[in-house]
């Protein structure tokens, strides 16, 4: 535009001052750009992640990415820890995509594929600017989270094999009033409640720990457990998990050698390798359209 071959241009060129009108443009993204490229700092207008969305698209507009990549590191780098909001991952999606940061894309992916629920494209959809991304990237994501929430359920569900394959019973610090079913502590004498003097020793035995381990997974709204692997993301199932392990209160002789106690314990470490390796998207596939078949970085 500011070429001779350009009205502006020439003027430009004549000594003319001239004004150049933006009308379709974000004048607030516009101005942060304007301000950072003429060496003033923009931290005036607060930059938030839809901002920033709108920033990346009028720099990949104006092809003024190289110019700013420092600015660009910097507000990346500062927003992508604090961002939660569905929406939110998908404003730092489309300022990476459009800055054509592959690093950042990854990063931010990986984030959305562990914290985003599965109706996230519903909320996507109330912003225009995020139309800007290009469609395959919410269908990837979609099928990406459908898969590794299937996973994740079927990790939680073998813990039922697994603990039925045991057959070791062990005694429990607790008994067992035949009347309530309440299971006083061993020094007590009677259940007091309903005065039964006459109480047994309580034992922690295969059946009793898969009612107790669904028991616990109830708790967490956990179980029964189809709605929860669908609706919730998978850092939330997650962190369930590893409260329901938290908050076990099982106590037997074999203290951390119950197999409730281990099960549950192997099953959160699993459950946490298995969020914290998740890996983001490819942008250098995505763009070139090799992900949807791999899955996975077919880049050399
Ligand atoms: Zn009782
Ligand atoms: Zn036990
Ligand atoms: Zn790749």
């Known amino acids: 535009m500011f070429g001779p071959n350009f009205q502006e241009g020439h003027k430009i060129r004549c000594g003319e001052r001239i004004q150049v009108e933006l009308e379709e443009d974000d004048s607030l993204a516009m101005e942060v750009i ?13 930059v938030d992640a839809e901002r920033l969305a709108s920033i990346a698209v009028h720099c990949d507009k104006y092809d ?7 600015w660009i590191s910097y507000w990346l780098n500062n927003l992508t820890p604090i961002t939660r909001r569905p ?3 998908g404003f730092l999606l489309l300022a990476a995509y459009n800055f054509d940061d592959a690093e950042q894309f990854k990063e931010i992916s990986a984030r959305a594929l562990r914290d985003l629920t599965l109706d996230f494209p519903l909320a996507w959809k109330s912003y225009n600017i995020l139309s800007l991304l290009p469609e395959n990237i ?6 990406q989270i459908q898969g590794m929430l299937r996973q994740l359920h079927i990790i939680t569900q073998s813990v039922e094999t697994i603990l039925r394959q045991n057959k070791s019973g062990y005694e429990m610090q607790r008994q067992v009033c035949m009347n309530c079913g309440r299971t006083p502590p061993m020094e007590a004498r009677k259940c007091h409640p309903c005065n039964n003097p006459t109480l047994y020793q309580r034992y922690c035995t295969f059946e009793s720990r898969v009612a107790e381990y669904f028991a616990i997974l109830a708790k967490e709204e956990l179980w029964p457990s189809v709605t929860p692997f669908e609706i ?32 549950l314990g192997q099953l959160c470490d699993r459950v ?11 942008l250098r596939c995505v763009k070139r359209g090799e992900w949807n078949e791999s899955q996975s970085c077919t880049c050399t």
């Open 34 to 46: 304007l301000k950072a490229l003429h060496y003033h700092k923009p931290n005036q207008c607060p």
């Open 64 to 70: 003024c990415t190289g110019a700013l990549s420092s």
């Open 87 to 89: 929406e939110d991952l």
């Open 138 to 143: 919410p269908s990837i994501m979609t099928t």
């Open 232 to 263: 919730c993301s998978l850092s939330d199932l997650v962190l369930r998990l590893t409260c329901a392990k938290n908050d076990v209160k099982h106590s037997c002789v074999a203290g951390s050698r119950c197999p409730l106690n281990s099960e």
């Open 272 to 282: 946490c390798r298995f969020e914290t390796g998740v890996v983001g998207l490819c």
